[in-house]
């Protein structure tokens, strides 16, 4: 009797566990006719798209084009992030140092200060993560005054070291791209995340001058052209600066309409080493501590790199993980590039693009990623059009990552749709609950949306975690009518765990 009543029970968890297969064979069966109806819809008709979402038992749940090579724009920070974190840690600090040449009589240096970039892409950047600037300069004042430096016969020197090599801005970025805030390039010495802000008002009326002038930092050494003018209403903001370290001249082109406010807007500055030795000159000045010659850098200014420094002390940036968070919350480009660049240098010892490439390709070979199909790498941060990767190698790589011992640090470091950073108007009417649940990477640019990330169960273990990735490319519709698709993706995607 006892066997049949074990045999009976068997029998039952066999039939519940074919029934709970057969649902949810069903579900998957539902939500891909259910998504390819969203992706054939009139908004998405003419766009290319493509989707891949798989548990974490390997089960495939939606499978569009999961193959095909599409622009990821920003997802190409998942992989800058998830690489650095995997290979450096998060631990991983860069560090800034303080020197000099020449030799210090009676209080006086008779020589040149030197503050020698590591890679730090946080010196007085605004954001939440990054030390105040006059911490920084505080610091490097108590060094100066530690080593016995009262008086400086010479001048401060800004300089990039040889942490970072070769162009600071990938070759393939667009010309209209270098001169935004989001084009800045990635040099060992950074100041201001290598932005110049300015000040920009309309004209009383259309085709009148513009209103503009830098703000911060000043750059004394800069000749700025303003071939600008003002706008028709509703045209908005369409200036565009023009510039390179080839020379210090800068020109901001194109209209800002006339119904605009005025407002801020953030340029590249491509001399940042010696924005920030003016602005340290300045600040030992104030303080005391007098400088008998300006400021200088060893590009614009030609100051030589002495074979050898007495070197003082050193600053550090706040840790990787922390630098991830804000690369992937803010979508901040400068920090992304800094990571690709910095595998270059730690893992081959050059922090150029050509060595961070191989680096990358390494570790990705190191977490078990095949590289030979679904991915061409250009940039960490997703800014140049020639990247072009798989929703299957997103997919991929994503469930790789899950298997590295920084996983919690990368998976923390993604925002959730309605939360801060740039989802912050993705999902707005969803349960707070379900969005909680969503980590994913925006990627945005003309005609391109893409979200990749992880679903976490309500309930369940890493097998239950829902890994997907939608891109959309060549899509002509307005953000407006996009978004709420692909929030529905996510959304039914959500509901099944």
């Known amino acids: 009797m006892k066997n049949r009543i074990i045999a009976s029970g068997i029998t039952i968890i066999a039939a519940l566990a074919m ?3 057969t649902s949810s064979a069903q579900n998957a069966d539902d939500l891909q006719k259910q998504i390819e109806a969203i992706a054939e819809g009139d908004v998405l008709s003419d766009a290319v798209v493509g989707i891949c979402a798989r548990k974490g038992d390997g089960s495939t749940l939606v499978d569009i084009g999961s193959g095909d090579m599409l622009v990821p724009a920003s997802n190409m920070k998942l992989i800058s992030t998830g690489t650095a974190l995997h290979a450096l840690g998060g631990e991983y600090r860069y560090r800034t140092g303080l020197g000099y040449d020449g030799s210090i009589i009676d209080g006086v240096l008779i020589g040149d200060i030197y503050i020698i970039g590591g890679g730090d892409p946080t010196i007085a950047s605004n954001d939440s993560i990054a030390a105040p600037v006059e911490h920084t300069f505080a610091l490097w004042e108590r060094m100066l005054r530690d080593a016995g430096i009262n008086e400086v016969d010479g001048r401060v020197i800004g300089t990039s070291g ?3 090599t070769g162009m600071s801005e990938e070759p393939s970025w667009m ?3 270098i001169g935004t ?3 800045a390039g990635v040099t060992g010495l950074m100041f201001y995340e290598n932005v110049q802000s300015f000040n920009v008002s309309a004209g009383a009326q259309t085709g009148a001058p513009v209103s503009i002038s830098p703000s911060y930092p ?4 800069m000749e700025f052209r303003y071939d600008c003018s003002t706008g028709k209403a509703g045209t908005g903001d369409q200036l565009y600066m023009y510039t390179s370290d080839l020379a210090p001249v800068a020109e901001v082109r194109g209209t800002f309409a006339v119904d605009r406010k005025p407002k801020r807007v953030d340029c590249s500055n491509k001399f940042p080493e010696l924005t920030c030795a003016h602005y340290f000159t300045q600040w030992l ?6 400088c008998s010659q300006e400021a200088a850098d060893t590009r614009l200014r030609e100051a030589v790199m002495p074979d050898s420094l007495t070197v003082i002390g050193h600053t550090s940036s706040p840790v990787l993980r922390r630098i991830t968070y804000e690369t992937n919350h803010a979508s901040n480009n400068l920090y992304a590039e800094t990571l690709f660049k910095s595998l270059g240098k730690e893992l081959r010892n050059e922090g150029c693009y050509d060595s961070s490439y191989v680096a990358v390709k390494n570790v990705l070979k190191d977490l078990g990623v095949d590289c030979s199909r679904g991915i061409k790498i250009q940039d960490g941060s997703g800014l140049s059009r020639q990247n072009f990767a798989s929703p299957d190698f997103f997919c991929r790589y994503l469930e790789a990552m899950m298997s590295s011992p920084c996983f919690e640090d990368f998976v923390e470091s993604l925002p959730s749709p309605g939360g801060n950073g740039t ?9 707070a609950e379900l969005k909680a649940r969503i980590k994913v ?11 990749s990330g992880y679903i976490i169960p309500r309930e369940g273990c890493k097998e239950d975690t829902i890994i997907f990735s939608i891109m959309v490319n060549n899509c002509t519709e307005p953000t407006w009518k996009v978004r709420p698709l692909l929030d529905k993706i996510m959304g039914m995607l959500a509901e099944l765990n």
């Open 19 to 21: 029934s709970a297969a």
């Open 162 to 164: 040889d942490f970072f």
């Open 175 to 177: 010309w209209s791209d």
């Open 181 to 183: 805030y989001y084009g």
């Open 218 to 221: 000043q750059t004394p050494w």
């Open 285 to 290: 000045e104030g303080h005391g501590i007098t």
């Open 423 to 431: 989802l912050y108007s993705n999902m707005k009417n969803y349960p």
């Open 441 to 451: 990477k925006s990627g945005s640019m003309n005609g391109v949306r893409c979200y």
